[in-house]
């Protein structure tokens, strides 16, 4: 199959020391150039900092990028992040991949630099394997019921209902005692303030 | 209380448990069973005479059984809703009456024994999970003699004890002979910070639990004298060290180390306690009246009445301490891990009534965010069909762990309906599709080969193609990783939303590419976050197995393992183990196996053209038919 080429840019995390201190981020941002239909490499110190993000939507522009790859920390921390960061620079947040080369890499190969480095490489080719298959896709949006379900009716269940309740939304108070109160209840008086429970 | 029991926009669903819930964030059906409370709480104004005429007597479970109440009671004197309950397994018995008396003098008429329970089908856009914890049970350990020596009590029955409103009206008096105690000794951490006895972490609100009892004590006791047996004094919240100073200035003497051996005089059931003091480094003997022991919390248990529990139903995990799991321990500690659900009070981990109250407030406000935006964006991570692939067959539907796909609903379209809204991504459809004829967006067939091919281009005898479930198994990854656990290098993961979305063809295509050695993960049964779609995952790789062999390519090349999110140190374990059977693997095995693969490639695409050939000849004859008919 011969795909349409396409311009993937590739930013390389140092997170400080957390990727850098193990993970030569110099040579792998060298490697990443290389890949197919890479066509620009930027490495930062923090690319989830405002700094860093702009750098992302500066890229996107002067490089007509289509693909974006970072290669930094887990995508569950910073996935989000970095979606909204190239949506507002017109990319669709989709065609954004990460490559964990933290949580996965660097952290718990602290003491092989090379294997580390030749792991990390790895895990941006695969990346940029990933994104050059990316599609946009579009989100769809649902109505929200407006009530919540509150589970429990100790302390927090109740304090909880009443937060939502004055809020403005239904609450179903679910209690499997016959009474509301849970152990609170059942305590004479309460630290710090030595006042009565209930 | 009274103000969630009046409050115009809480209805108080007591003596009800949840059975399932379904759907998704903003959008979630809850079937709650309200059981039969066989009085009606609007019309019962509490007037006690159905209690008085009740021959039975119980142990009262919130006076911690120090007295008795009837088979009709009230919980307790502030209970909301202020209404008696029947407590049915404790009646002498109505079907038919045996006894009835309750019935006769009821002026109100608010008994019936004909009330059935009731299933409620609630349709709501967020959950607060506030179930708790329960106390540390002494009983089974007999922690410092508590089954053998009635004035050994715990700290909860210290409260019944000491209240105005329990069992001896505030009286403080010791069970076995209901006479004052003057020397109260207080053993900390019973069932916490121990490796073999309970839990290994600090249950959080015993120390400051123990400091306001004393205080108690010497507010309402004067002459008596308090002794704590303690390893740590762990006050450290706001306003705790001044509390904890003031019990040193009213004479509470703190003694550092937990006894080692109590005694009991069987004539007055006074008490001996041996402790070393390691401050001192003596071995010390106090005489006691009385000892309260400050027990731990632990995670509340399943109630194992063959129901499924709150966390099996709304699939959340737990971290090693049993506790449930946040999405993330500090930047999302109120969130689980599926969207709409949230944490509040000691679910999350053992906490104090200002704790319990500061989460259910920020976990309300997360709640209340989602209600008020109105509407809720979903993920593009759903699944799509492909028309022109599919034969119908059904499988989809069958295997689809949310009934999001449904069979064809027109009569003369016989595709199979695939319900966006209820997708929820997981992939098992695509997997299973015997026809490639589901598309998975977002994490389509073509994006994980690529990914495949990537992690095997050089030196592929040195790697591991690992497939990880975006839940539990790549976030006991990111756990291994935060905790610095170090492993081999050898692992790639390729992160898919569910286990379930791993397709064979992926498994086979990374065997034709080279792998040495694959590995499929995911939650284990009871954590999956598609329902059961894990299920799905074991069978298909069991049927790898079987063909591997068939083959005569070792299944143990193959590996499969449930790595939970908080399983960090499972997760690095397996990785190690991964390295060493990687190392048993040999390039001419490798090399081997590539052969077996691409005949059989060959063979399946032989057949695949025959099948063709055959069903454009059957058309071509059929369209002769038309023909001739016409």
Same mark, same amino acid.
């Given at each position: 199959?011969?795909?349409?080429?396409?311009?993937?840019?590739?930013?390389?995390?140092?997170?400080?020391?957390?990727?850098?201190?193990?993970?030569?981020?110099?040579?792998?941002?060298?490697?990443?150039?290389?890949?197919?239909?890479?066509?620009?490499?930027?490495?930062?110190?923090?690319?989830?900092?405002?700094?860093?993000?702009?750098?992302?939507?500066?890229?996107?522009?002067?490089?007509?990028?289509?693909?974006?790859?970072?290669?930094?920390?887990?995508?569950?921390?910073?996935?989000?992040?970095?979606?909204?960061?190239?949506?507002?620079?017109?990319?669709?947040?989709?065609?954004?991949?990460?490559?964990?080369?933290?949580?996965?890499?660097?952290?718990?190969?602290?003491?092989?630099?090379?294997?580390?480095?030749?792991?990390?490489?790895?895990?941006?080719?695969?990346?940029?394997?990933?994104?050059?298959?990316?599609?946009?896709?579009?989100?769809?949006?649902?109505?929200?019921?407006?009530?919540?379900?509150?589970?429990?009716?100790?302390?927090?269940?109740?304090?909880?209902?009443?937060?939502?309740?004055?809020?403005?939304?239904?609450?179903?108070?679910?209690?499997?005692?016959?009474?509301?109160?849970?152990?609170?209840?059942?305590?004479?008086?309460?630290?710090?303030?030595?006042?009565?429970?209930? | 209380?009274?103000?969630?029991?009046?409050?115009?926009?809480?209805?108080?669903?007591? @003596?009800?448990?949840?059975?399932?819930?379904? &759907?998704?964030?903003?959008?979630?059906?809850?079937?709650?069973?309200?059981?039969?409370?066989?009085?009606?709480?609007?019309?019962?104004?509490?007037? *006690?005479?159905?209690?008085?005429?009740?021959?039975?007597?119980?142990?009262?479970?919130?006076?911690?059984?120090?007295?008795?109440?009837?088979?009709? +009671?009230?919980?307790?004197?502030?209970?909301?809703?202020?209404?008696?309950?029947?407590?049915?397994?404790?009646?002498?018995?109505?079907?038919?009456?045996?006894?009835?008396?309750?019935?006769?003098?009821?002026?109100?008429?608010?008994?019936?024994?004909?009330?059935?329970?009731?299933?409620?089908?609630?349709?709501?856009?967020?959950?607060?999970?506030?179930? &708790?914890?329960?106390?540390?049970?002494?009983?089974? @350990?007999?922690? +410092?003699?508590?089954? =053998?020596?009635?004035?050994?009590?715990?700290?909860?029955?210290?409260?019944?004890?000491?209240?105005?409103?329990?069992?001896?009206?505030?009286?403080?008096?010791?069970?076995?002979?209901?006479?004052?105690?003057?020397?109260?000794?207080?053993?900390?951490?019973?069932?916490?910070?121990?490796?073999?006895?309970?839990?290994?972490?600090?249950?959080?609100?015993?120390?400051? @639990?123990?400091?306001?009892?004393?205080?108690?004590?010497?507010?309402?006791?004067?002459?008596?004298?308090?002794?704590?047996?303690?390893?740590?004094?762990?006050?450290?919240?706001?306003?705790?060290?001044?509390?904890?100073?003031?019990?040193?200035?009213?004479?509470?003497?703190?003694?550092?180390?937990?006894? &080692?051996?109590?005694?009991?005089?069987?004539?007055?059931?006074?008490?001996?306690?041996?402790?070393?003091?390691?401050?001192?480094?003596?071995?010390?003997?106090?005489?006691?009246?009385?000892?309260?022991?400050?027990?731990?919390?632990? %995670?509340?248990?399943?109630?194992?009445?063959?129901?499924?529990?709150?966390?099996?139903?709304?699939?959340?995990?737990?971290?090693?301490?049993?506790?449930?799991?946040?999405?993330?321990?500090?930047?999302?500690?109120?969130?689980? %891990?599926? =969207?709409?659900?949230?944490?509040?009070?000691?679910?999350?981990?053992?906490?104090?009534?200002?704790?319990?109250?500061?989460?259910?407030? *920020?976990?309300? *406000?997360?709640?209340? @965010?989602?209600?008020?935006?109105?509407?809720? =964006?979903?993920?593009?991570?759903?699944?799509?069909?492909? %028309?022109?692939?599919?034969?119908?067959?059904?499988?989809?539907?069958?295997?689809?762990?949310?009934?999001?796909?449904?069979?064809?609903?027109?009569?003369?379209?016989?595709?199979?309906?695939?319900?966006?809204?209820?997708?929820?991504?997981? &992939?098992?459809?695509?997997?299973?599709?015997?026809?490639?004829?589901?598309?998975?967006?977002?994490?389509?067939?073509?994006?994980?080969?690529?990914?495949?091919?990537?992690?095997?281009?050089?030196?592929?005898?040195?790697?591991?193609?690992?497939?990880?479930?975006?839940?539990?198994?790549?976030?006991?990854?990111?756990?291994?990783?935060?905790?610095?656990?170090?492993?081999?290098?050898?692992?790639?993961?390729?992160?898919?939303?569910?286990?379930?979305?791993?397709?064979? =063809?992926?498994?086979?295509?990374?065997?034709?590419?080279?792998?040495?050695?694959?590995?499929?993960?995911?939650?284990?049964?009871?954590?999956?976050?598609?329902?059961?779609?894990?299920?799905?995952?074991?069978?298909?790789?069991?049927?790898?197995?079987?063909?591997?062999?068939?083959?005569?390519?070792?299944?143990?090349?193959?590996?499969?393992?449930?790595?939970? *999110?908080?399983?960090?140190?499972?997760?690095?374990?397996?990785?190690?183990?991964?390295?060493?059977?990687?190392?048993?693997?040999?390039?001419?095995?490798?090399?081997?196996?590539?052969?077996?693969?691409?005949?059989?490639?060959?063979?399946?695409?032989?057949?695949?053209?025959?099948?063709?050939?055959?069903?454009?000849?059957?058309?071509?004859?059929?369209?002769?038919?038309?023909?001739?008919?016409?």
């Amino acid at each position: 199959m011969t795909l349409p080429p396409l311009r993937i840019g590739v930013f390389v995390c140092d997170c400080g020391m957390n990727i850098a201190g193990t993970v030569d981020t110099e040579a792998l941002a060298t490697f990443a150039a290389e890949l197919p239909d890479v066509v620009a490499v930027i490495r930062n110190r923090y690319t989830c900092a405002e700094p860093g993000q702009q750098e992302i939507q500066k890229a996107i522009g002067e490089h007509r990028l289509d693909r974006v790859v970072i290669a930094s920390c887990t995508p569950k921390i910073h996935e989000p992040t970095f979606r909204r960061c190239v949506a507002d620079a017109g990319l669709n947040p989709y065609l954004v991949e990460m490559a964990n080369i933290r949580e996965h890499c660097s952290w718990v190969h602290m003491k092989d630099r090379e294997a580390a480095t030749d792991k990390a490489k790895d895990l941006v080719r695969s990346a940029v394997g990933r994104a050059r298959m990316l599609e946009a896709q579009d989100e769809k949006t649902f109505p929200v019921t407006d009530s919540a379900l509150v589970i429990g009716a100790g302390v927090a269940g109740i304090q909880a209902a009443l937060e939502l309740a004055d809020g403005g939304h239904q609450v179903y108070l679910v209690e499997k005692e016959p009474s509301i109160g849970g152990i609170m209840a059942a305590l004479d008086k309460t630290f710090p303030t030595m006042d009565c429970s209930i | 209380m009274m103000d969630a029991g009046r409050h115009p926009r809480i209805e108080l669903l007591v @003596n009800s448990e949840v059975e399932d819930v379904t &759907g998704f964030v903003g959008n979630y059906r809850a079937l709650v069973r309200r059981k039969a409370r066989y009085v009606d709480t609007d019309a019962c104004n509490s007037c *006690a005479e159905c209690a008085e005429v009740c021959p039975v007597a119980m142990p009262d479970e919130y006076q911690q059984g120090f007295s008795s109440r009837k088979a009709i +009671y009230l919980p307790f004197p502030q209970a909301v809703p202020a209404s008696y309950f029947l407590a049915a397994e404790n009646c002498l018995g109505f079907k038919p009456i045996a006894c009835g008396k309750c019935l006769e003098v009821c002026e109100k008429k608010c008994i019936d024994f004909d009330a059935r329970d009731e299933v409620l089908d609630l349709e709501v856009g967020t959950i607060v999970v506030a179930t &708790g914890m329960e106390a540390y049970d002494p009983r089974p @350990n007999d922690e +410092y003699g508590y089954t =053998r020596f009635p004035n050994v009590i715990t700290s909860m029955e210290f409260e019944r004890l000491i209240c105005a409103g329990g069992p001896t009206e505030g009286n403080f008096l010791r069970p076995s002979d209901r006479q004052l105690p003057s020397r109260i000794g207080f053993i900390q951490c019973v069932g916490s910070r121990s490796a073999s006895r309970g839990v290994p972490y600090c249950s959080n609100i015993c120390c400051m @639990n123990t400091i306001k009892q004393c205080l108690l004590l010497a507010d309402h006791y004067p002459e008596s004298r308090s002794t704590v047996f303690y390893l740590d004094i762990r006050a450290f919240g706001k306003g705790f060290e001044d509390l904890y100073r003031r019990t040193r200035e009213e004479g509470v003497n703190y003694v550092r180390g937990l006894p &080692g051996r109590i005694e009991e005089d069987p004539e007055t059931h006074d008490l001996t306690v041996h402790v070393e003091n390691t401050l001192s480094g003596t071995l010390e003997r106090y005489e006691l009246d009385m000892l309260v022991l400050a027990t731990g919390l632990v %995670p509340r248990k399943h109630n194992g009445n063959g129901h499924r529990s709150i966390d099996e139903i709304l699939s959340l995990s737990h971290t090693s301490d049993g506790f449930v799991m946040e999405a993330h321990p500090k930047l999302q500690p109120v969130d689980a %891990p599926s =969207r709409g659900v949230y944490f509040a009070g000691c679910i999350e981990s053992p906490k104090d009534v200002k704790d319990s109250v500061t989460q259910a407030g *920020a976990a309300a *406000a997360r709640a209340g @965010n989602v209600l008020s935006a109105g509407q809720v =964006r979903i993920e593009a991570i759903t699944a799509q069909l492909l %028309p022109d692939l599919c034969a119908q067959c059904k499988i989809c539907a069958q295997v689809c762990p949310f009934n999001a796909i449904v069979e064809a609903s027109k009569k003369d379209d016989l595709l199979p309906d695939f319900i966006e809204a209820a997708c929820a991504g997981c &992939g098992t459809c695509a997997a299973e599709c015997p026809f490639d004829a589901i598309h998975m967006r977002h994490f389509a067939d073509e994006q994980i080969l690529a990914q495949i091919e990537a992690i095997l281009t050089d030196d592929p005898m040195q790697k591991i193609v690992a497939f990880a479930c975006n839940w539990c198994s790549y976030a006991g990854g990111d756990t291994a990783g935060i905790s610095r656990l170090q492993y081999p290098t050898s692992v790639r993961l390729i992160r898919t939303m569910c286990s379930g979305r791993v397709d064979q =063809r992926f498994i086979w295509h990374a065997f034709r590419s080279g792998a040495p050695l694959v590995l499929v993960s995911g939650c284990h049964f009871s954590d999956c976050h598609y329902i059961d779609a894990v299920t799905w995952t074991q069978r298909r790789v069991e049927k790898v197995w079987t063909r591997m062999e068939k083959l005569g390519i070792r299944p143990e090349r193959l590996q499969l393992e449930w790595i939970s *999110a908080a399983e960090g140190q499972k997760f690095a374990r397996v990785m190690r183990e991964l390295d060493r059977l990687l190392r048993q693997v040999t390039p001419d095995e490798v090399a081997e196996t590539r052969q077996i693969l691409q005949r059989e490639e060959a063979k399946e695409q032989k057949k695949k053209a025959a099948l063709a050939m055959t069903a454009a000849q059957t058309e071509a004859g059929e369209g002769a038919r038309v023909e001739g008919n016409a």
